[in-house]
């Protein structure tokens, strides 16, 4: 496995690569791997170490930083939304002469390849949305009044930190200690723009919009790895229950640190489904 560095729209994307596949078989559709806010490609070393040991030598694997994570660029316009971040997927595609690829995406990196399928549908042949964030569009009015105005408010105030600390501690309910440790410390380190910035994305991103219209183009199948928790009703997969979803039971959010050979598995079964 490589480093590289592709130019996108707004800076330098970083990025892991197992390389091109072997001339002994056929090329696979590669995998590209994109994590949530807060965190780096980092987050997929055992996901990676596992499909390794166990996908075909000529499947190849990809993980990117998102901008302004781990060492890819911020943008100077402070710009986090999935749409942007897709744009610079699609940068990574055309840099490494890909043309079709399999996408995996945690958190909001779920909404960035949902974003990715959306602007360029032809291009994903597999979308695997791990405990993907719900569509905050379906929260009833009386519930946003509630919750998440306050949090906004939060977010542009002096109660930021303790704001988002509350939210990243109800999302590792569940968890490890180890993985509880290892996000907590991303988050201290992760500058407040980019947390707020993919917050703000996320609350308005229409991710039904995109999941109806990526179905209605053939050729690109869409499944989810979750955590127990993820059941909300604005949850993805209950908006949309033809998503075939798959829970890997006892883990929090991050369940790729929480379990990560269950959650592998989980995985490639999805890539290897035939619909």
């Known amino acids: 496995m490589h480093i590289a560095t592709v130019t996108g729209p707004t800076g330098r994307l970083n990025l892991t690569d ?4 072997s001339s002994a078989a056929p090329p696979a559709i590669p995998l590209l791997l ?4 807060g965190y780096d490609l980092g987050v997929w070393n055992e996901t990676i170490a596992l499909f390794r040991a166990n996908l075909p030598s000529n499947q190849r694997i990809l993980a990117i930083d998102l901008r302004g994570h781990g060492a890819s ?11 942007t971040c897709a744009a610079d997927i699609l940068a990574i595609l055309d840099a490494l002469n890909i043309p079709q690829v399999a996408l995996v995406g945690h958190s909001f990196g779920a909404l960035v390849v949902l974003a990715t399928a959306d602007a360029a549908p032809t291009r994903v042949t597999r979308l695997i949305l791990a405990d993907p964030p719900g569509d905050f569009n379906y929260l009833p009015p009386s519930v946003y009044d509630e919750q998440m105005v306050p949090f906004i408010a939060a977010l542009a105030g002096d109660g930021y930190r303790a704001a988002t600390e509350e939210k990243f501690a109800q999302a590792l309910e569940g968890s490890t200690p180890a993985t ?4 907590l410390a991303r988050l201290a380190a992760t500058p407040r723009d980019r947390l707020v910035g993919m917050y ?8 039904v919009g995109a999941i109806d219209r990526i179905l209605a183009t053939p050729g690109t199948q869409i499944s989810a790895v979750l955590a127990p928790s993820n059941s909300w009703p604005f949850s993805l997969h209950i908006l949309r229950p033809s998503i075939p979803t798959t829970v890997i039971p006892e883990t929090g959010h991050w369940l790729q640190l929480d379990a990560p050979v269950p959650f592998a598995e989980a995985v490639m079964a999805a890539l290897n489904a035939i619909d």
């Open 180 to 183: 509880r440790e290892a996000v």
């Open 73 to 83: 660029d911020p943008p100077a316009d402070g710009d986090y939304t999935p749409d």
């Open 34 to 37: 994109v994590h949530g806010m």
């Open 18 to 21: 197992t390389g091109a596949a």
């Open 200 to 207: 703000k994305g996320m609350f308005v991103y229409d991710a």
